[in-house]
């Protein structure tokens, strides 16, 4: 079984959550500056469930 140290950076799920929520505060300005758009909604939507994945996967260590 892999150990932490083994894993690649890339595959951190720290690192992953930190993409997934600078993504989402990016995509959150964005629409403040041009409004409410389905497709930024659904965007952010999906990052906010991807962070929670992320949270259950790692027990909460994020």
């Known amino acids: 079984m892999d150990t ?5 950076p890339e595959q ?4 992953a959550a ?5 993504a989402q505060q ?4 964005l629409q403040e500056k041009i409004g409410e758009h389905p ?4 965007a952010i939507t999906r990052l906010e469930m991807a962070l929670n994945i ?3 996967q ?3 260590m994020l």
């Open 12 to 15: 951190d799920p720290a690192q």
């Open 54 to 56: 992320l949270a259950v």
């Open 4 to 8: 932490q140290s083994e894993r690649n």
């Open 26 to 29: 990016i995509l959150k300005s």
């Open 18 to 22: 930190a993409h997934v929520a600078s």
């Open 39 to 42: 497709e930024l909604g659904a």
């Open 58 to 60: 790692t027990g909460g």
